[in-house]
C-alpha cells in the first residue's frame, strides 16, 4: 500500500511503538500510513509513532482496510497455526513473527473435548521493546479464533537471545538483505 496522509474523524485507542503503552489519538489528529500489515495499522503523528489495531482503523477518515487475515474455516492443523502466526507483524517491521525468528516454539495439546490447546514460545527483536506485549496477544488471538482451539498462550522468552541471523530467508527478501 501507498504511504498516506490521513485525518482521525474521532477519538482513536492506540499504542505508542516502541513503548508499548496506550494512548488515544484526538479526532483531527493527522496520520501518515506507514505499514497496513496484519490487519493492524502503524501512523506517524507529530507526537511519534503509534499502531492502531484494525478494530479501531475505522476512525482514519479515508482508509479502507485491505482484507484483514482471519482464521480459515476447516480442520484444525498444526499448519492452520503457523499460517495464522504469519499474520502477526512488529509494527516496525514490514516482516511476520514467523518469518523473523521470533516464534521458537509450538506446542499442541489435544484436549478430551476434541478440542486443542496451543502454547507458543516467542521472543522479540530487543529485550526493551515495550510492543511485546501486543505483539503477543494479537499472537494469542489469532490462534484462538482457529477451529477447535479451546485455550491460546503466548508466552515471551529471552532464550536463546535472538539475532538477524533467525531471519528466515522469505523475511530477509522483504528487508533486502540478500
Known sequence: MAAQTHTLSKDCPATLIPAGTAATLPAGT??????????????????????????HAGAITGYVPGH?????????????????????????IPVNIVDLGLVYDLSIEPTGAGGHNVDVKMTLTAPGC???????????QKIAA?????????????????????ISEQGRKVLGLE
Open 130 to 140: 515495550g510492543m511485546g506485549p501486543v505483539i503477543a496477544e494479537d499472537a494469542r
Open 68 to 92: 484483514a487475515p482471519t482464521a480459515q474455516a476447516g480442520a484444525f492443523s498444526e499448519q492452520a497455526v503457523w499460517e495464522a502466526l504469519k499474520t502477526c507483524f512488529d509494527p516496525e
Open 30 to 55: 493527522e496520520v501518515f500510513i506507514a505499514q497496513t500489515l496484519g490487519g493492524n495499522v502503524t501512523v506517524r503523528t507529530d507526537q511519534g509513532l503509534f499502531r492502531i489495531a484494525a478494530e
Open 146 to 166: 482457529l477451529p477447535t482451539v479451546e485455550a491460546a498462550k503466548v508466552h515471551i522468552v529471552w532464550d536463546p537471545v535472538w539475532g538477524p541471523q533467525m
